[in-house]
């Protein structure tokens, strides 16, 4: 389909279909391979490698060369792993998405809960950690909004310990970076806040949660300006 409908390469079907040409400039056969290898590296169809997500780039051809998105990082566990239902949404903060009421929502990474903040948004809560081990070790980050929580101030959580469920009305979560010993999301004392505008520090947590395997999309047509990236993110 993205050959035949989007990049019309010299050997694709007619446009809806899912025919080809074999042995054409489509490469259809190696694109076919590659799709296999990459979703066993992730873990489907028997593998479990999570060796590959993102091939390696040249040194400086691009940022993501640093960080590879292998889906996986030492020590830390993808916060919507056990969450179902979910809705992506726009990067702004942090990232949003919505979920089934009641999934669990847990700690990406070892983490001391910092504060409770009871109405950060529109009567909702959020609550505020400090990543206590790996590589993002001091750097603060919240669950906001649409969330009962199910921890307490000073309170040390394990990753992929549940600190909240999603709650049955309100307007959806936001996850992202706070502001170290503050009291704000990040993206408010560095760049500042526009409703509907992407923050660098809210495209970072998108990147990082890519990082983790969660698979958030890029955000992209749902906010405008720069929606994922990797500013903020420490690396693997």
Same mark, same amino acid.
């Given at each position: 389909? $993205? ?25 259809? /056969? ?20 999570? +060796? ?35 809705? $992506?949404?726009? +990067? ?37 950690? /400090? ?11 919240? $669950?906001? /909004? ?9 309170? =040390? ?12 009305? @309100?307007?959806?979560? /936001?996850?992202? $970076?706070? =502001? ?9 004392? =560095?760049? @500042?806040?526009?409703?509907? +505008?992407? =923050?660098?520090? @809210? ?13 958030? @999309? ?8 720069? +929606? ?9």
């Amino acid at each position: 389909m $993205w050959m035949n409908d989007y990049e019309q390469c010299s050997g694709a079907g007619p446009a809806g279909s899912l025919s080809y040409r074999p042995g054409s400039l489509c490469e259809a /056969e190696k694109r076919q391979s590659y799709a296999v290898q990459a979703l066993q590296a992730a873990g489907g169809a028997k593998g479990g490698s999570g +060796t590959l997500v993102l091939a390696s780039a040249p040194a400086r051809a691009s940022c993501n060369a640093s960080f590879p998105l292998t889906g996986t990082i030492n020590g830390y566990t993808n916060p919507f792993e056990k969450a179902t239902g979910i809705v $992506w949404e726009r +990067t702004d903060q942090g990232v949003d998405a919505t979920m089934t009421a009641g999934s669990p929502l847990l700690a990406f990474a070892p983490s001391k809960v910092e504060m409770i903040v009871p109405d950060f948004y529109a009567g909702q809560p959020a609550i505020v950690f /400090e990543v206590t081990a790996g590589p993002l070790a001091g750097k603060w980050w919240y $669950w906001s /909004e649409q969330i009962q929580p199910t921890v307490s101030p000073g309170q =040390t959580v394990n990753a992929g310990q549940v600190v909240a469920t999603f709650a049955s009305s @309100g307007t959806g979560i /936001e996850i992202g $970076w706070w =502001t170290p010993n503050g009291g704000y999301p990040l993206a408010r004392t =560095t760049t @500042g806040y526009t409703e509907g +505008t992407a =923050t660098p520090a @809210g495209a970072d947590f998108r990147y990082l949660l890519q990082a983790l395997g969660a698979n958030p @999309g890029t955000g992209a047509g749902m906010s405008t300006g720069t +929606t994922i990236g990797n500013s903020y993110y420490a690396g693997p």
